[in-house]
């Protein structure tokens, strides 16, 4: 008597199989019927919590074909035992990716006012925006932003990100933002003096940044009020040392700069 399988599916309208891939932390994946995308930070009892680069936190089952890696269907699995414990993470806060390559640079840019402003954002985010293909530049002052932005002709596949010193509304800085922002540029800035003041006071063993009476350089006054050498080059790279992660920054700062990479690297 000839046997018959238990399973009359056609063969054409069987799924394919996909290849199942360990949950390891820190893997990179799409959740599809949500759209949710983030790092693998914990696999346990039949599912995996992933998290966004804001630091969201969702739980999905492990279910087969249950996930987009780099765009192809997987099937996650729980990795074997003796794993990494934990997701490595960037001085950004974001889920490190082992062996992750730079992305070719995008066509938008983000343009950041002072040198030392530069320095700070390259230390904190420069892996972040290695990954995303996203370039920063540095912009000497902002009286010289609206040819700036002229010249770029930001688009929709061209946007513009600008941080700037000290932008507090009525100020003339604050005219030459409000007169260049649009859909595809955006500017932003810090409350702060200087970039100096973004970086908390604990991190470098003070405790609260000095007031300096108006009239005074500013720097060279902090310097003076601290005991510190009045080299504000040295002194600058003495701060930077104190930097190490996100968690040295101010939250203004912080936020500041996340909303440009978001706006940068957003879809046309």
């Not at 949950?23 to 914990?42: D, N, Q, S």
């Not at 934990?86 to 006012?113: M, W």
Request: charged share 25%; net charge negative; with cysteine.
């Amino acid at each position: 008597m000839r046997q018959y399988s238990a399973d009359l599916t056609p063969p054409w309208k069987k799924p394919k199989p996909v290849p199942e891939v360990p949950a390891e932390p820190g893997l990179v994946v799409e959740e599809p019927g949500t759209g949710f995308c983030g790092a693998v930070i914990r696999c346990e009892a039949g599912t995996v919590t992933l998290e966004d680069r804001f630091g969201k936190h969702r739980v999905f089952p492990m279910e087969p074909r249950g996930f987009l890696l780099e765009g192809r269907v997987v099937t996650l699995v729980r990795p074997a035992p003796g794993g990494p414990a934990r997701a490595a993470r960037t001085a950004s806060g974001s889920v490190a990716v082992p062996g992750a390559r730079a992305r070719v640079a995008r066509a938008g840019r983000i343009y950041v006012e002072g040198r030392h402003d530069a320095e700070l954002v390259e230390k904190v985010w420069g892996d972040d925006l290695r990954i995303e293909g996203v370039v920063v530049e540095y912009l000497e002052g902002v009286d010289d932003l609206p040819s700036i932005v002229a010249e770029f002709a930001p688009g929709p596949d061209a946007r513009l990100g600008v941080l700037v010193d000290h932008l507090v509304p009525g100020t003339k800085e604050w005219r030459i933002a409000e007169s260049v922002t649009s859909e595809h540029a955006l500017v932003v800035g810090h409350p702060y003096i200087d970039i100096w003041e973004a970086v908390k006071p604990s991190s470098l063993g003070i405790g609260a940044w000095p007031r300096v009476p108006r009239g005074q350089d500013w720097k060279t006054g902090v310097c003076r009020a601290l005991g510190w050498p009045e080299n504000t080059g040295a002194a600058w790279q003495r701060i930077l040392s104190g930097v190490h992660s996100y968690k040295d920054l101010e939250p203004e700062l912080l936020g500041r700069v996340e909303e440009l990479i978001d706006f940068v690297t957003a879809p046309a």
